[in-house]
């Protein structure tokens, strides 16, 4: 029944192998209309980038005259300054800068948690003869449709009995929580493709269960960590719910900080601040967007139910 | 002695994640049903009024709010399914045409790799009426044009829509894309063979073959119109008035506006009931589909 999220990482990752002969082909017509009719659904999709970009260059002064897809005239780092260093979220004028570095510091212990509970999970479940293991793989992909809201406020009750909350703790264990489901079916789906004969090699050869996992197992995981670990890096950096109902005052994360700032702010608007503090907070994942794309193709398919 | 600790070590391995799922899964869904049914509102009460325990979810579809969520829904799910459909024409031309494959990827999915936050504000600035995409086409001379969307609560939701599908169009192809390449290359030399027409072997054989792939989008597509909270907070905010609430939206608010745990909880069974509904029938179809697609391989 894992099989929705297996098959949609599957093509991808079958594919990413396979060349295609390449035919010869005649430049007809219709395939010029096809590139036509692609390039501007490309220049659709760029749009939105193209206007906050300029935007985040251009003085309040241009930006008043209303001309949305102008150039800059003068090009300026102010807003940038401004929404790194001295925008105001609520109460506190700090700018992005503080929720970046909050951030950071969410994402590492997330990564941490969430890949040591899945990976060893998940090699327990593909490898190990665990009687339940079908049922719990079932009941796992179950629990990876739950949206958020519905556990949330249990969640809420529990992280604050445990005295972790408006932590980077109960940030970055909520995380791990929320992420268990989807990241061990992944593994589990790497990991059952090893030998059976490896292990049982490993076992006569008096192995124990953590020591194969260590020796052989994790250095065979490299592709598979890597896709995880492109998918957490977004999905944690980008994430804002779990951010704001678990991060206290001097807790929360860039998006949290980015939402107080533009949506709620009081008086005048600076647009060209709030475009640069919502590229600022756009960039690492575009960076690892850019960098690593294939993975992060293979990581948002095999990633498929998170969305 | 080797063998014993092989077989309890896996065990103790599970029990992690096994607390988890009992506890921040199972528990906490259970937490939550308790919780509709009792009159909690800042801090959690156990106690269930026999008579009245339905009071919660009375008041909850008397709640105007509530209402516009739910219908809401609907329409975020049918405007949002364009994304399916787009997704699926743009990898067909993509996959066609292989010309600037892997351009025109980058150039489709990087939307997906922004936060919603950060695509609510962008958006939101496009729509911004004076100053926006819509004072440029009256610049342009189209005095007519009216794309202040999110001001007006007839329209706001559609602003909503076009914000998603720019987000989740390129994920969309992309998983179209690797299912358009796992179809077999000799059913496109055999169908220009038998001179079948371009339309007629899309709709009629290739579409039929991607049916699993359809179901994943269909699936995919609607967990996120469920769960759409920080899309509508970043671009109206649930506004002009309670117009773009959703129940994600709903729930939240009752919870941490009204600080009304009963209330929110009633709001979050209902979504778990909605998301049970859709889900059971579609993955229990495409777990179908699955079985008979491998037997066919077999």
New interface residues.
Partial sequence: ?S??AY??SA??L??AA?T?P?RKRRVRGS?IA??V??TM??AF?????Y??IV?SFKTMDQ??I????SLPTSWTLEPWWKAWAEVCAGMTCEGVRHGFLISLEILFPSLVLSIA??S??G???AL???RWANS?LF??FL?A???????????V??VANLGLFGTIWAIALIHA?LA??LL?LIFRNFYKDVPQEIINAA?MD?G???KIFVEIILPMSGNIMIVVLILMI?SV?????VGL?FGGIGTQPM?VI??NT??TQRGEVH?NV??AA?LL??IP??V???GL?KF??QG??AG??K? | M??R??RV???L??V???T??L???F???G??IW?SFTRSRRF?EYEIDPALWWRQYERLFADGAWTTSLKNLIVLALGSALAIVLGFI?AA??E?????EG?????????????????G???R??F?P????E??LH?LGWTSANFNWLADPGTAMYGIILASI?H????YM??ML??L??IN?EIWSAAKLDGVSFPRLYVEIIIPMLK?TFL?CA???S??V??S??IV??MT?GGPGTSTWTP?YF??NA??TRSN?GY??AA??I??VI?AAV?LPL?LV??WQ??RREAVVQ
């Fill in positions: 029944m099989a929705l098959e949609a093509p991808t079958r594919t396979r295609y390449r395939s096809i590139v009719f692609l659904c490309a999709m760029s749009i939105p980038l206007v906050v935007t930006i008043a209303g001309e949305i897809f509970l899945s060893v999970t090699y327990a479940l190990w003869n665990v719990f009941v796992l629990c449709f739950v949206p958020f809201q519905i556990i949330m406020i249990p969640l009750v529990l929580v268990m489901p061990t076992i008096s124990s269960f953590w977004t950096w980008n994430d804002f719910l109902t998006t980015l939402a533009v949506i647009y709030d475009m919502a907070t756009a994942p575009l690892v967007y850019f794309g992060f193709v948002i398919t498929a139910i969305g | 080797a063998l600790w092989s070590s896996p065990q391995a599970l992690p994640a096994l988890v799922t506890v921040a899964f528990g906490s869904i937490w939550t919780m959690p743009l031309l993509v066609r045409e292989k010309r600037g351009f025109f990827r980058t150039i489709f999915l990087y939307p997906l790799a922004v936060s919603l936050i950060v695509t504000i962008v958006w600035w496009m911004n004076a100053l926006g995409v004072n440029f610049e720019w989740g169009l390129g994920f992309a998983l690797a299912g390449k796992s290359t699993f994943t699936i995919l597509l967990l996120g469920i769960k909270y920080d907070l970043a905010n994600a729930t939240i919870y941490s745990i929110a909880s979050a069974v979504m778990l998301t889900f993955v495409t777990a699955a079985r």
